[in-house]
């Protein structure tokens, strides 16, 4: 396997991850927030503003694992362009010889 292939494998599990973060956490911080609130040990304000940073938190980590993303599925596109470039000089090279390597009637 190479390493585009390993990266692009990574960023698929990566993004399965968020996936499963973005249904879960919600619901999970909702139901624990509540029974706080209904126990009486924090208020509502104490669960809007835990629950702003913990918003905040995640929000600036995603946003930088999608920059880092962004990024390195720029660099293997390039690359995979860059190769593929090279594959098409290579075609031509081989393509004249054998024409010029052809007899001629």
Not at 16 to 36: C, N, S
Not at 55 to 67: D, P
Not at 73 to 80: D, E, F, G, I, P
């Amino acid at each position: 396997m190479t390493d585009d292939q390993i990266n692009i494998d990574k960023i698929e599990a990566q993004v399965a991850i968020w996936d499963t973060f973005a249904r879960v956490v919600p619901i999970v911080f909702l139901v624990f927030a509540l029974g706080l609130v209904c126990l009486g040990i924090i208020d509502y304000t104490q669960a809007f503003w835990a629950a702003l940073g913990v918003f905040a938190v995640t929000a600036v980590t995603w946003w930088f694992w999608t920059i880092y993303t962004i990024r390195l599925l720029v660099r293997t596109l390039h690359r995979a362009s860059k190769n593929l470039g090279e594959v098409r000089e290579e075609f031509k090279r081989v393509s004249k010889e054998v024409h010029d390597t052809k007899p001629t009637k």
